[in-house]
Nanobody
Framework: QVQLVESGGGLVQAGGSLRLSCAASDFIFARNAMGWYRQAPGKRRELVAAVSSRSITNYADSVKGRFTISRDNAKNTVYLQMNTLKPEDTGVYYC????????????????WGQGTQVTVSS
């Protein structure tokens, strides 16, 4: 059974940094596109960043220049480095995966993690 397990969330002050990790098991990680989504209270889940199996990346405009998505196929892990955090970055961050990069970017892929909370205080 495919599992995606997020870690690295927490409470940080505005301007600070966090690195999220998503460890995947029971699928061929290198063949899957990976993405990070977030959901703030009362809001829809939105794409933050995605990376294809060939390391093509896509970012939401709101995080460009501040967040970096990367993958380590040897460790079956995708990362989200978040710098210069703002209070509006607060939310539950979810890992998402699918062999199809387009589906990951449309939140229509096959696999989701349970999420990790990120809270940015002002």
């Amino acid at each position: 059974q495919v599992q995606l397990v997020e870690s690295g969330g927490g409470l940080v002050q505005a301007g600070g940094s966090l690195r999220l990790s998503c460890a995947a098991s029971d699928f061929i990680f290198a063949r899957n596109a990976m993405g990070w989504y977030r959901q703030a209270p009362g809001k829809r889940r939105e794409l933050v960043a995605a990376v294809s199996s060939r390391s093509i990346t896509n970012y939401a405009d709101s995080v460009k220049g501040r967040f970096t998505i990367s993958r380590d196929n040897a460790k079956n892990t995708v990362y989200l480095q978040m710098n210069t955090l703002k209070p509006e970055d607060t939310g539950v961050y979810y890992c998402h995966a699918d062999p199809n990069f387009v589906l990951v970017q449309l939140s229509r892929g096959a696999y989701w993690g349970q999420g990790t909370q990120v809270t940015v205080s002002s």
